[in-house]
């Protein structure tokens, strides 16, 4: 029978996979550990709530008595390390909930300190460091630090002795890498920074951007030292079931702060409608530790096959890993479209969409976003993005099955190669 070369490509790469795999089963094997350590905490702690059917009702109008939401924010402060929660579907993404904490908790005249570096995209433009947005920190009057990252990606407790002090009302931390070359923080550091910040102040709130991070580790910044963090319902915590939403969990005082700004000063928690989706976030938070092992192992394959083929990537197949995300770097602007638009065309949903950079918002540079996800913008799914500028990066994240992941990987490699 006639094989074409693509096709025997194809297989040699498959030859590839495998070997990676056998390799990285020790790693895996490490993964599922941490993910029976969560799926016990979450599943003791429905049970504690008495989580009924019942609870599954959602509510319409002002959202007064919906037991579902209370339960749920009673389930991510407890599965969290916190006092409270607030769960949303009010929460449009991470950026608003982090927002809306920034914007809550800091007044004119008070002082943030990035210790992680330059944020997020999104929320530089937030902060006010780019774009000239009248609705930004910097024109409402607060003052903003960043404390540079070193060389090797890693935070400054030098830095951070220097920048913060009493007078700081909040230290942002982020615990993802963002559209940077560096790894995400793991617990252990950010209990080191968490240390750090309350020995130099202990009134300074300390507020973690959580996005992508939860569930990767046995426990969360709440756990070691952070007064609040936030992330979204369409990354880890919601399973890629839940079809939007975002969270903030923390001190009590502050969500019931934070509470305000989402509603009205003096509304807080006791309104926000839920129409209809508290099945969906309570059975998302349920298989989120699942979901996040399975995308975890993912990127631990893509990160091996692709280093061993010449690849620069971060972090590397054995390093610790702080979020789900895997970047890739690669040689040029046609290699990260080629790279995105493969992931795009092994999706189930989208998949004859041929990709091309945009703008969007909250971005200053072009944009490559592959999402053939059933949940429009789920990086819990399988996706990718990176924006247009050199050295030219890929950043791969979610897979709510490792097999998935493993079918894209052969499209990328065979796009990859095809490229002159």
């Not at 298989?287 to 394959?301: C, I, K």
Request: with cysteine; glycine share 10%.
């Amino acid at each position: 029978m006639y094989i074409d070369q693509p096709q025997q490509k194809s297989e040699l790469w498959q030859k590839d996979i495998t070997e990676a795999k056998r390799i990285l089963r020790e790693k895996w094997d490490e993964i599922e550990a941490v993910k029976l350590t969560n799926q016990r905490r979450v599943l003791k702690a429905f049970q504690q709530h008495q989580v009924g059917e019942h609870h599954f009702a959602g509510s319409t109008g002002y959202g007064y008595n919906d037991s579902g939401r209370e339960v749920i924010e009673a389930l991510y402060a407890q599965v969290f390390g916190a006092e409270d929660g607030l769960v949303r579907p009010q929460l449009v993404s991470g950026t608003h909930a982090i927002a809306t904490c920034l914007t809550a908790l800091l007044e004119p005249g008070d002082e943030l300190v990035s210790i992680t570096g330059a944020p997020y995209d999104t929320l530089q433009q937030v902060i006010g460091v780019k774009g000239e947005l009248a609705t930004s920190l910097l024109k409402a009057g607060i003052t903003y630090k960043e404390v540079a990252l070193d060389e090797k990606g890693q935070w400054s407790p030098v830095g951070t002795k220097d920048a913060v002090s009493s007078k700081t009302k909040m230290v942002l931390i982020q615990r993802s890498r963002g559209y940077s070359w560096r790894s995400a923080f793991t617990i252990q550091e950010i209990y080191e920074m968490c240390t750090l910040v309350k020995k130099i102040s202990p009134t300074t709130i300390i507020f973690v951007d959580n996005c992508y991070g939860e569930f990767v580790e046995e426990w969360e910044p709440c756990h070691v030292g952070a007064d609040l963090m936030a992330g979204s319902l369409i990354k880890n915590p919601g399973g890629g079931l839940v079809a939007g939403g975002g969270y903030i969990v923390g001190n009590g005082d502050l969500v019931k702060i934070a509470a305000d700004r989402v509603t009205a000063p003096g509304l807080g928690k006791e309104l926000g409608p839920t129409f209809g989706l508290n099945r969906w976030i309570l059975q998302g938070f349920w298989m989120a530790p699942h979901a996040v092992s399975e995308a975890l192992q993912g990127a631990v394959l893509v990160s091996k096959v692709m280093e061993d083929l010449g690849y620069s990537v971060s972090p590397q197949w054995n390093e610790a890993r702080g979020d789900i995300v895997q970047a890739v770097r690669l040689p040029s602007e046609a290699a990260l479209l080629a790279f995105c638009g493969s992931i795009q065309s092994a999706s189930p949903i989208d998949s004859f969409v041929q990709l091309v950079a945009g703008a969007m918002p909250g971005y200053e540079d072009l944009v490559v976003m592959a999402g053939g996800t059933f949940i429009q913008g789920s990086t819990m799914e399988l996706s990718a993005d990176g924006p247009l500028r050199a050295p030219y990066t890929a950043y791969l994240q979610g897979g709510l099955c490792k097999e998935h992941v493993e079918i894209a990987l052969l499209e990328v490699l065979d796009a990859l190669d095809s490229l002159p």
